[in-house]
Structure formats: C-alpha cells, structure tokens
C-alpha cells in the first residue's frame, strides 16, 4: 500500500507540474483572465456554438469568421474563453450557450445553428441537430464532418449561414434561472486582490472559503451542490471550476466589498488557480494550507478529476468532501488509507456538512 501510494502522489506531482505548464500557455497567449460579465441571450442572425477547453480552435474560428455576420458562443469549459483579454478583441464572441455537458441533448435540440466540439464531453447525438455537429482534435463521432489538422472551419461556416440562426434574440437562463453568468477570477485576477481579501479576513468579514467544484453528471443527487452554495452564510466566499460550477454560477449570491461571493476560476485545469490561491493564502497568513478557513466540496465524475484530487493529495490537502458517490475504483483498503491519512470524507447532507465545516449554520 504504501509503495502504491507513493506511486500516486507521483501522478499528483506531474499533474501539478502539467496544470502549471498549461496555465502558463494560456496566458502567455491570451494574457490574464479578468473577471467578465458573460450573457446568456442569443442574439439574432447566424452564430456556432463551441464546445470544449482548446482556446487554439476557438481562436482560429474567431479568426475564420472575421467580417462574416455570425456570432460566436461558448458552451461548458469553453466559457472561461471569455476572461482572457486576447479573445475579448473579437467582437462576435458574443456569449455562453446552454449550461453543463450533460444537458446538451435537450439544450440543443432543434437548435438552428452548428455546433463544433473541440474536446470531450459529446454525448451522443439526436436526430433533431445531428447534422450541425462538427468535431475537430481528439474528438469524433461516427457519420459526423470532422474538421482535420489544417482547421479549416469552411464547413462549420457554411452551416452556420444556412441555418440562419434565430429570426429574434432569445433569451436563455442558467441552471437557476439567471440570465447571466461571471467568469475570469483566475489566480491573477483573485491574487491582485490579495491585500485586500487578507484584511477583510482579518476583520472578520470574510469567515471562511469553499471550493465548490469538479465535474458534473445528471444523478439527482448532483444538486447537493447548489443547495451548499445557496446555505453558505453572507460572509463565505465560493471558488468554483469545471463543469460543476454550472450548478451555481448564475446565482445571485451578493458581494463582500465588492467581491462577489462566487469566484469562477475557469475549467476543470483552472483547479491550478484555487491551488495558487489557497497557497498564496497560507503564506500571507503564515500557517499551513490546512489551517486556513479553507473547505473543498468536490464534484465527482472522471478521470480528469482523478488527476486533481492526486494533486492535491500530494500537496498534502486534507478534509476533502467527495460525492455524490466514491470514484469506483477506491477499495475499502484504500479509502481506509485515504481517510486515515487525508480525512477524506463522502458528502452527506448539505445541512450535516455545512455544520462539521462551520460548527453552525
């Protein structure tokens, strides 16, 4: 076991180190995400729908459809694209479509626009709009127009201008009926504020954190998150990533001097951000990353998430809530490890967790 564990809290490490790289290629390229207001109207006239995490293809199709009177939108991970300030400059990146992956079949039903996928995340595909699914890179279905290494979006645009689009701008909501979401409070943008985050703690008016993300699924069970989120007390702050964060992020949940209470830090490899976060935290307050008023509620679904659930175990991260059920390949033998050396916990009931974490709600 403990050969075993070392082994992966190794995979930890390299996934840290890999988050590293690519946050810094991001931003290298696209600059430092700033925190967006994004809208989820669709306006009239033609528009693509973009689904995934490569900021690359979403890039190249801003480019391609320069000049051409269609609008881009994103959907799920691609929503983060609209913090960075490289891809603001286009002025038809318009807004986000639809809200988490797994609502897609009915979100987009009949919907009178193309969609290209740019990563996972394609569920199979329904009658009623499978001929406007494009794929491109490591993405592919069967009968489906792929787009190949030269990335050449001609057909997705073309789709794009047949289908017109809608004959008036519609509006759509979020998961919660907001018509709005935020998104861009990545570690520079959170960071920059650090000063004034560390003495709104020391005033007591920021009481305690929450990470409340990961993946997402359709089990009933999966609104445990929303229902957290909306019992946080006033004076707690929410950082949330990944496909997770559409269970909350067009709540309205109000500011602490003007920071809104939930903080979208990107997708599921902006984890990185909370990561940088919490450690800038424990060292402005000189105490280890376990002592801060710091609680993760993670969202569990797939492998990706393994990889940032071993990170943080190789940071040494402790108390952990983890559902809605147990990835399935954790034995007994090794949840008895995790718990024992971690404290690794499964959620239960938002009032029960709020209460272990808080001491009251």
Known sequence: MEKLLALVLKTGEVNFKCMAMLDSANTETYGTPVPTEVPLTIEKGPFIVVSGH??????????????KGINIYTHCEMLPAHGYPK????????????????????????????????TNCLM??????????????????????HIGEDKDFTPVIEKALECGGYKEDKPLTGINGGSTVMTGFA????????GKIVDLVKQGKIKHFFLIGGCDGAAPGRSYYTEVAKKT??????????????????????????IPRILDLGQCNDCYSAIKIALALADAFECDVNELPLSLVLSWYEQKA??????????????????????????????????????????STPEEDLQKILGNV
């Open 124 to 145: 199979p595909v329904r009658q009623s709009y499978c001929d406007r699914v494009f794929t491109t890179s490591i993405v592919s279905y069967p009968e489906l127009i």
């Open 187 to 194: 570690h520079g943008a959170v960071l920059k504020n650090a």
């Open 87 to 118: 891809l603001k400059e286009y002025p038809h990146l318009k807004g986000n479509f639809g809200t988490a992956w797994q609502s897609q079949q009915f979100e987009f039903h009949n919907i009178p626009a193309p969609i290209l996928f740019t």
């Open 54 to 67: 490569d900021l690359h293809d979403l890039k190249l199709l801003l480019e391609q459809t320069k000049d």
């Open 233 to 258: 007390p006033m004076d707690t702050i929410i950082l949330t990533a990944a496909c997770g964060k559409y269970r909350i992020n067009d709540l309205n949940l109000g500011e602490i001097e003007g």
């Open 306 to 347: 393994v990889c940032i659930l071993l990170t943080l175990l190789y940071l040494g991260i402790k108390n952990i809530l983890l559902g809605p059920t147990l990835p399935a390949f954790i034995s007994p033998n090794v949840l008895d490890i995790l718990v024992e050396k971690y404290n690794i916990m499964p959620i």
